[in-house]
């Protein structure tokens, strides 16, 4: 019997907040809001991925007095919302004096990221009148050293945590970081973070609701990265087999407890 688990890896679409469309506000709220996610998960890749409206995934990480679900708590950043979209996009094209916009989508080149930047143009040129999207496949590797210069107007790529605590996602979009390759700067956000890491690090909820807060700085107040969706594990297990423990990051299947009955 086919089961489905969702994974911490998140499916997401990064800006280049350097250059002068990328780097208009509503330009990226138009283009987040106009992604139809659950079309996504449902008809590209069937595979149990799920539409994601925030950076940290479910399933992920616990409230530490309440037990209860990040993503539940945080609750929906920037879902699909066709109407919202174009009316941002309305206003960024007044913002730059342009009817009419053309930016290029980096991917690599596997299949999944080929049919994946093919639906979001099609979605996009759909949703956003006046906007033409461009893809460019390379390779992995071509696409990380491009994405490390800033080389890109926008770039779809995928996220896998190291650890279960939400700082890990959020981190990525740190200024003073070494992965943040978008050229966004918030010190209102740096200093949120560098606060979850020292001064409310005695202070579980505290340190909780500052994250929370900062998730909704970064998603949707600067709308500074575009996450469409959670992946998830997909495997095979027989009725007969019972305690199989499945995790949604690093060791993804454990045996220790399984049995047969």
Known sequence: MAHFVPKAMVGYISVNHKRPVTGNLHVRQAILQAINKKSYTKNVLSDGSQPLNGFVPTNFAKNPETGEDYRKEAGDLMPYDLKAAQKNWELAKKELGKDEIELE????????????????????????????????????????????????DLVYGTWTP????????????????????????????????????????????????????????LVEKDTAVLPFYQGSVAYLKSERLHGLQVFPFGRTVSYRLAYVK
């Open 105 to 152: 989508l980096l991917a690599s080149d596997t299949a999944t990221s080929k049919k994946t930047v093919e639906f979001l143009q099609g979605q996009l040129q759909q949703n956003l009148p006046g906007l033409k999207i461009d893809i460019k496949n390379v390779s992995l590797q071509n696409r990380l050293d491009l994405q490390d210069k800033s080389e890109f």
């Open 162 to 217: 190291d650890y279960a605590d939400p700082i890990n996602f959020l981190e990525f979009y740190d200024s003073t970081g070494g992965l943040n390759s978008s050229g966004y700067a918030n010190k209102a956000y740096d200093a949120g973070l560098e606060e979850a890491r020292t001064t409310l690090a005695k202070d579980p909820a505290k340190r909780w609701d500052k994250l929370i807060e900062m998730e909704k700085q």
